[in-house]
């Protein structure tokens, strides 16, 4: 833009001047002095005093769903909920509240049978029957530009596009969730995000109001644990299993039904990341989940699940010393085993991320014939707000237009119009009865057509009622059983997880709330974390300590099924080696073998000379789930602490070394090829053939059989430490 000539600009102010007759500089007053209240000063709201109101100043009770009967589903009449529930649904906008980062992709279902004998639903009625589908992992607190490796519960929501509607299973890799009652979500979300002063942290519960809520609402510290343990930093979405949380009924064409928890067992096996690991992948990788996931079905070894349903009688809601409608509460397998229904296996990757993956909408209302509900209160109002949030992040209801929304069968209803209208409807009789169009669309009912209906066991009786019921009292003894049941290296990951969140914690008295309330679970785990916080650990309170265990959670007492599409990285050298072995001739024909053993082999040098797939100075010990040292390249000097090999201008000083030390630390196998003898800084570092997980030798086969083995292990946590009993 060019200069404006000065008397130019003076013509412009004078016309400013001559234009605005009520600017009289003459009745211009001298700036006030001294402080100025913000134009905000009106609005602001001190909660410091008083009791809670509704949006228009009336005093309310706004922690228990309104319900019908104790054990009764929540009414519509509830006010409060819908008013506290709506508005927590409207908080973010566009961006989904909770759930914001994810990664998404189309597979089928592929059911095992014909199940009609315990399901009317259609795709779930003859072997064989395929049905496409559409899944989508997330982190659960942290925004779209967070971290992957994030410490978090994982969202799995699952669509069926059956053939005779959308079915959604909108759940996580934790069987149970944090609260009792939907009413109590926008206060968990709350504590858990980031401060509303400064957006301090960003995906992190290691803050003092997370641990206030976690301490003061008791029903949190089951998904607590899960989460503190491997289940919240997965290796991978691939390497985890997803649950339904609630229990759901399946009902069959003539009304029978039985109480279920919905399970997806990984094929893949279930494997977790080292919690200094998983930081660190956050800053070199902060889309390691979403890159292999994408990375494995381009590869064509889309990720496989088997569904599998646990399965009661209705009168069994309460047989078994807590209520089957809590959703903080898991169904042992000794009660009730697993009964696996059939297969979704990921196979295309989304064309474009925002169209399908972004804009999908997932609701648990999302239901089809031969499934119902259950008076679970949290699942109750998920119906409810799940359907809330897509109107506010699409503006209108006719999200279910969106190609990923639509379903694969033809709609028939009298909804028009609206904001985003795809539909070009013929119909002009749009209002049931009629007789102008035929009396169409029908009805349709349980023996009209395939509609839906609700199971015939379904009852309700009794007062109105604002609370929960005893029956969802007790908040340890699964805590506890979820702890018995981690083996002693997981255990400790578990209380060094609660440690490092705690000691972030600033007031003293959530620390001692915390306390408190690990107590009740473990006097161990309470004496444990309080070591660490610098406090006085409470005496025991026993009153619901147990040995009892149960079957399907621990992680590392198990190998993978398969070791297809994991990861090793080759460390090699461009250099020559002081003893004539090529170093790149040893990666290049391990990186064949391992390749014919369905891994991904990357070899690592200086540069990207011919064979080289990356970089020591893009390289990192998280990029792998195993680690190869050429002994070539140990020869050339790139391990060596005292040689001028370990310092290159070509990558960050000791990088080599510091890879396979890491790789070590993070209990991941090591291999070393070309003799059973590594250089001394590498044992000192870890590359030890004495140490469980670490394999030398100057055979080929030996080596690859060692890796192999060893990634089927996954993590080798005899090398963790563990506290001093």
């Known amino acids: ?54 949006d228009v100043g009336g005093q309310i009770q706004e922690q228990d769903s309104l319900r019908a009967g104790e054990r009764g589903p929540t009414l519509l009449e509830d006010f409060i909920f819908r008013q506290k529930i709506t508005h927590f649904d409207h908080e973010r906008v566009p961006e989904r509240a909770v759930h914001a980062r994810g990664a998404g992709a189309h597979g089928t279902f592929t059911s095992y049978g014909d199940w009609s004998n315990i399901t009317a639903a259609s795709f779930l009625g003859s072997a064989g029957k395929e049905t496409p589908m559409f899944v989508r992992f997330s982190t659960v607190a942290g925004s779209r530009g967070s971290a992957d490796t994030a410490r978090d519960v994982h969202g799995f929501a699952t669509r069926f596009y059956t053939d005779e509607g959308n079915f959604d299973i909108v759940g996580n890799n934790i069987p149970v969730f944090f609260i009792q009652d939907a009413i109590r979500f926008p206060d968990l979300i709350h504590a858990v995000k980031p401060r509303p002063d400064n957006e301090i942290p960003q995906a992190a519960t290691a803050h003092d109001s997370a641990w206030d809520f976690f301490s003061s609402q008791p029903s949190s510290l089951h998904t607590l644990f899960w989460a503190m343990a491997g289940f919240g930093i997965p290796r991978s979405f691939r390497h985890m299993d997803g649950f339904g949380v609630h229990t759901y009924r399946l009902v069959t064409d003539d009304g029978a039904s039985k109480l279920v928890k919905w399970h997806w067992k990984s094929k893949q096996g279930r494997a977790s990341l080292y919690w200094e690991e998983a930081q660190v992948l956050a800053g070199k990788n902060a889309d390691a989940h979403r890159q292999d996931l994408f990375d494995a079905i381009a590869s064509g070894n889309g990720p496989e699940w088997e569904l599998a349903v646990q399965m009661v009688d209705e009168d069994k809601v309460l047989a078994y010393g807590f209520d089957l409608f809590d959703p903080t509460k898991i169904l042992p397998e000794e009660y009730a085993p697993l009964q696996k229904l059939g297969v979704m296996k990921l196979h295309t990757n989304p064309t474009n991320y925002f169209a399908e993956t972004e804009q999908v909408m997932f609701q648990p209302g999302h239901i089809v014939r031969g499934v119902d509900f259950t008076e679970d209160p949290l699942l109750q109002g998920r119906i409810f707000s799940y359907l809330d949030t897509q ?26 119009d609206g904001a985003a209208q795809n539909l070009v409807h013929k119909n002009i009789i749009h209002y049931t009865p ?37 029956s969802f009292d007790d908040h340890w003894s699964q805590v506890r059983l979820f702890y018995n049941s981690l083996t002693t290296a997981e255990q400790q990951f578990l209380i060094n997880a609660i440690r490092f969140e705690a000691s972030h914690v600033q007031s003293d008295t959530v620390k001692k709330n915390v306390l408190t309330q690990l107590n009740r679970i473990s006097n161990d785990v309470a004496v444990r974390v309080a070591t660490a916080l610098g406090l006085e650990a409470p005496a025991p309170d026993d009153t619901y300590y147990h040995d009892n265990t149960t079957a399907g959670i621990s992680i590392t007492n198990q190998t993978l099924p398969t070791v297809a599409t994991l990861t090793v990285g080759i460390l090699a050298s461009t250099k020559n080696s002081t003893n004539g072995t ?19 082999p990357t070899i690592v040098a200086e540069s990207l000379a011919d064979g080289v797939d990356k970089t020591y100075s893009a390289a990192d010990a998280t990029d792998f789930d195993a680690v190869a040292v050429m002994s070539g390249a140990d020869s050339a000097g790139l391990f060596s602490l005292s040689s001028t090999g370990a ?55 030996t080596t690859v059989n060692g890796l192999v083995d060893g990634l089927r292990t996954y993590k080798f946590t005899g090398r963790y430490p563990l506290d001093q009993a």
């Not at 412009?12 to 001294?34: H, I, K, T, V």
């Not at 503006?395 to 990923?404: D, L, R, S, V, Y």
């Open 1 to 54: 833009m060019g200069r404006i000539h000065t008397s130019a600009l003076l013509g412009l102010l004078g016309l400013a001047s001559a234009g605005c007759p009520f600017a009289d500089p003459s009745n211009l007053g001298a700036r006030q002095e001294g402080p100025i209240d913000r134009p905000v000063t009106d609005a602001m709201v001190d909660d410091s005093t008083g009791y809670f109101t509704d």
């Open 391 to 416: 109107l506010n992040r699409h503006g209108g209801p006719n999200f279910e237009q969106i190609p990923i929304n639509r379903p694969v069968v033809p709609i028939h209803n009298n909804n028009r």
């Open 434 to 470: 009629n007789t102008l169009n035929g009396g169409y669309p029908q009805q349709a009912s349980q023996g009209k057509g395939r509609g839906y209906f609700n199971a015939a066991a379904r009852k309700v009786s009794g007062g109105l009622v604002r609370g929960l019921p005893s």
């Open 582 to 600: 090529s170093a790149m001739s040893q990666a290049a024909a391990l990186k064949e073998r391992l390749t014919a053993e369905g891994l991904v």
């Open 647 to 701: 310092i290159n201008p070509l990558y960050p000083p000791l990088r080599p070394l510091q890879v396979a030390s890491s790789a070590f630390l993070y209990g991941k196998p090591v291999a070393y090829l070309g003799s059973a003898t590594p250089s001394s800084s590498l044992v000192a570092a870890g590359v030890d053939p004495k140490v469980d997980g670490v394999y030398a030798s100057a055979d080929m086969d």
